[in-house]
């Protein structure tokens, strides 16, 4: 049963993990004591200004826009010294049984080129856990650099952690890819473009 629990969390953590082209130049999913560690690069056909938008758009319930799993996101009031603080709420599911896991963190902010968040652990479900984002122009687009390390506070079985966080990265990556480069083009005033065929991995 713990190892259900587990999947499903994980699931949700994969789908959700790249919340950020329809292109993926490369990623990697390690663990090291208990955190997994991971890393992308990516290329989107959006103004990173615009992205940098999406991407720091956590009222309403924006992230649900990037990845269903996501059930909740908003600004929460600010940290004594300024920081903005955001809330986000996930749900994955396996063989029907469901988990739902919240985070609230940090957000430090460089516009338009780096995004930073960082959780609040007594406020969150997660010992540890901490995203990155660096933009950078590339031709009429941009070059994301994505790195997050997780801790989760919860059980994991040892056999099942980074497999199972590289094989659903691998398949909802590019989804949540398109849907942030979509509404970043929208933003851009551009036209959408049409579904790019997902990558080989090479995961089974």
Known sequence: MRAVRAAAALSALG?????????IDGFDV???????????????AATRE?????ITDFDDNAYSRISRSYKESRY????EDGTPIVYTRMEGCMKKRCISFARTERLETDA???IKTTALPEQSD?????SEFVLEPDGDGTKMIY??????????PPLIGPWFLKRT???GALRALDRIEGLARELDGRPPLPPVPPPSTGVQ
């Not at 997660?126 to 901490?130: G, I, L, S, Y």
């Open 15 to 23: 789908a959700g993990a790249i919340a950020a082209a329809a292109t």
């Open 30 to 44: 390690t663990k090291q004591k208990g955190i997994y560690s991971f890393e992308a690069q990516a290329h989107l």
């Open 50 to 54: 615009s992205i940098y938008a999406v």
């Open 76 to 79: 929460l009031e600010s940290a």
């Open 112 to 114: 338009p080129r780096w």
């Open 126 to 130: 997660f010992k540890h856990a901490m």
């Open 147 to 156: 790195r997050t390390e997780i801790e989760p506070d919860f059980f994991v």
């Open 169 to 171: 990265v691998s398949k």
